[in-house]
């Protein structure tokens, strides 16, 4: 049997150690230039997410090679020098000029946003700006507690609103709905 030197025991004992108590890097939001640390998502909300992403997907098939769509961690660094750096939770992105190895540089086209309580200021308020300032033309938020849909349509000035029993369509991606009723009693 070789002898296996002291560091070499050392070094795999600190490695050992280190993936037994890791802690994922938390994601984090630039917004001129001050840090947002953005809270784990809970089941409810992943669930959310993944039934948006799958009717964004029954349009892509119908559509193919119309757009991309993606979701957290997925990063948007937006105009303005760098200094705006935002994470949605899903994107659809028609340019694919725009897209890199790590995000997005400069505005999809739709950016949607599941809101969870903790988010509420930030997702109706800061980032509803920055979104619209930065040439997105359609900002989705979906609103589980109060069972509401809203869409913003920038280019038009536009707001419109569908209950947990309706449904909203895509100016940006015609024949793209969200069926809100599919997310009724996603609790």
């Avoid at 000029?97 to 999809?108: S, V, Y």
């Avoid at 969870?116 to 979104?131: G, H, V």
Wanted: charged share 30%.
């Amino acid at each position: 049997m070789k002898d296996v030197p002291e560091e070499s025991n050392a070094r795999e004992c600190n490695t050992r150690e280190r993936s037994a108590n890791a802690v994922e890097e938390p994601l984090a939001e630039r917004i001129d230039g001050r840090i947002y640390i953005m809270r784990k998502p809970k089941r409810w909300h992943q669930r959310i997410v993944r039934i948006l992403k799958e009717m964004i997907e029954e349009y892509r098939r119908k559509n193919p090679g119309l757009c991309e769509v993606r979701t957290a961690p997925f990063g948007l660094t937006l105009a303005g020098g760098g200094t705006t750096y935002l994470i949605p939770d899903l994107c659809v992105i028609l340019d694919r000029g725009k897209l890199t190895e790590h995000g997005c540089n400069g505005a999809p086209e739709i950016v949607i946003e599941v809101v969870a309580p903790e988010s509420q200021y930030m997702d109706y308020r800061i980032k509803l700006t920055r979104y619209r300032n930065a040439g997105v033309k359609e900002y989705w938020i979906v609103d589980r507690d109060w069972d509401h849909g809203y869409v913003y349509y920038f280019d038009d000035g536009d707001m419109d609103l569908a209950s947990f029993s309706g449904a909203l369509g895509s100016r940006v991606c015609r024949g793209l709905v969200f069926d809100f009723s599919r997310l009724k009693h996603q609790r």
